[in-house]
């Protein structure tokens, strides 16, 4: 006896990005209208998920390395409009701007606030006091870590959006 089992990309990345971010995380990226508009692009020899479309524009990729989303520019500026807070938020110093531009990186002393929760080599969203949207990236340290120490990078920046 054979049981048929159909495969929903989007509910499997759903559970995905809310095993990896969290419920409130999954539910902000994969809302009802954003649905209707998302294409999952698929690997030609593995037939694994690898990218989701919005329309035509890039919106997740899975990474290959270890199964976990990475966000764009555009899924982040989702979440950072839909969630008021959430773990893999980073509050940056304004004054530092310039220089997380220039180098792709944002140092120790530029962290204004992270949750001691945020796991190392995890998808943070950065976004200044004022809440406006700057970049996504990859911790280096834990939260805690990057709140203790003085010096050093903490926060490698893979995407960073156009601030004004």
């Known amino acids: 006896m054979f049981i048929i089992v159909s495969f929903n990309p989007i509910l499997?990345?759903?559970?995905?990005?809310?095993?990896q971010f969290g419920k409130e995380v999954g539910d902000a990226l994969f809302k009802e209208e954003l649905i209707k508009e998302m294409k999952v692009k698929f690997s030609g020899r593995t037939k694994r998920i690898r990218y989701v479309f919005l329309?035509?524009?890039?919106?997740?990729?899975?990474?290959?390395?270890?199964?976990?989303?990475?966000?764009?520019?555009?899924?982040?500026?989702?979440?950072?409009?839909?969630?008021?807070?959430?773990?893999?938020?980073v509050i940056v110093n304004r004054e530092a701007l310039k220089t997380m531009f220039e180098r792709k990186e944002i140092l120790a002393k530029q962290i204004k606030s992270v949750s001691p929760n945020l796991k190392a080599n995890s998808e943070v969203v950065v976004i200044d006091e004022d809440k406006k949207f700057i970049a996504v990236g990859r911790a280096i340290l834990n939260g805690k870590?990057?709140?203790?120490?003085?010096?050093?990078?903490?926060?490698?920046?893979?995407?960073v959006g156009k601030y004004v």
Not at 71 to 82: C, F, G, I, Q, W
Not at 145 to 159: A, C, D, S
């Open 145 to 159: 870590e990057m709140l203790e120490i003085k010096r050093g990078v903490v926060i490698k920046l893979r995407k």
């Open 12 to 19: 499997a990345l759903k559970t995905l990005a809310c095993y």
């Open 55 to 89: 329309g035509n524009s890039p919106y997740l990729s899975i990474r290959t390395s270890d199964g976990f989303l990475t966000l764009s520019l555009r899924a982040a500026k989702e979440l950072v409009k839909t969630l008021e807070n959430f773990e893999n938020l």
